[in-house]
């Protein structure tokens, strides 16, 4: 069955440390992995996606294939970096998503 | 800009109630896909739909159901709202496999 994990629900760190939100999925063939994320009081926006191989606001991802892992990452945390992170999964046919069940990341100073 | 709008932010209605929740996207996206977010739960898929007047079932259809009788509007309905349903629910579109979704603001329905 396809799933996505989030073991974490909540990560607390302070500013200038380094981030790893953790994902793992569970999908048979070639999976799209993306991470989302929610600031407070906005909507729910795409973050990356594995197929761009890009850098967003800092944070990177790598597609693990033999940990079936995408964990997000981060070298030095801002507090503007505080909010609920979704780690998503396309589903085999179509566009729908799988999404984890979150984890909340909180930068103090 | 993708705008994708939802009709209300805050429902509150009654246990037994019929409620309708818009939602409108002006991409002309095909795809479109209501979700509820509960906390510690993640974003779950109630209905999605790909084409004017087709609906397939998500994870948790049941107490649900959808209409998509123009490409833009997907409605998702409560024949008879129940307490369990209180959430939020987020409406979403996307124009095609591996794009990204955008999402709508939500819309925080409490039934009572």
């Known amino acids: 069955a396809q799933r996505v994990t989030q073991p974490e629900k909540l990560l607390s760190v302070f500013k200038g440390a380094p981030v790893e939100l953790k994902c793992n999925y569970s999908?048979?063939?070639?999976?799209?992995l993306f991470w989302y994320v929610q600031y407070s009081r906005q909507r729910l926006q795409l973050l990356l996606r594995?197929?761009s191989r890009e850098s967003i606001k800092g944070f990177t991802a790598d597609l693990n294939k033999g940990e079936t892992s995408f964990h997000l990452k981060k070298p030095f945390a801002q507090e503007e970096d505080s909010a609920m992170y979704y780690c998503?999964?396309?589903?085999?046919?179509?566009?729908?998503?799988?999404f984890g069940k979150g984890t909340t990341l909180s930068v103090s100073s | 800009d993708v705008k994708v709008t939802q009709s209300s932010r805050y429902l509150v209605k009654r246990t037994g109630e019929k409620v309708f929740l818009e939602c409108v996207q002006d991409?002309?996206?095909?795809?479109m896909f209501w979700y509820r977010q509960d906390p510690g739960l993640g974003l779950r898929l109630i209905y999605f739909?790909?084409?004017?007047?087709?609906?397939e079932k998500g994870d948790i259809p049941e107490g649900y159901s959808v209409s998509r009788e123009k490409k833009e509007r997907f409605s998702l309905i409560l024949e008879s709202a129940s307490t369990n349903q209180t959430s939020m629910y987020l409406c979403?579109?996307?124009?095609?496999?591996?794009?990204?979704?955008?999402f709508g603001p939500g819309t925080r329905l409490t039934v009572t």
């Open positions: 998503a999964l396309s589903r085999e046919a179509g566009t729908a998503l799988i």
């Open positions: 999908y048979s063939g070639s999976p799209e």
């Open positions: 594995h197929i």
């Open positions: 991409m002309d996206h095909e795809n």
């Open positions: 739909s790909y084409d004017v007047k087709m609906k």
């Open positions: 979403a579109s996307i124009l095609g496999q591996g794009n990204e979704q955008y």
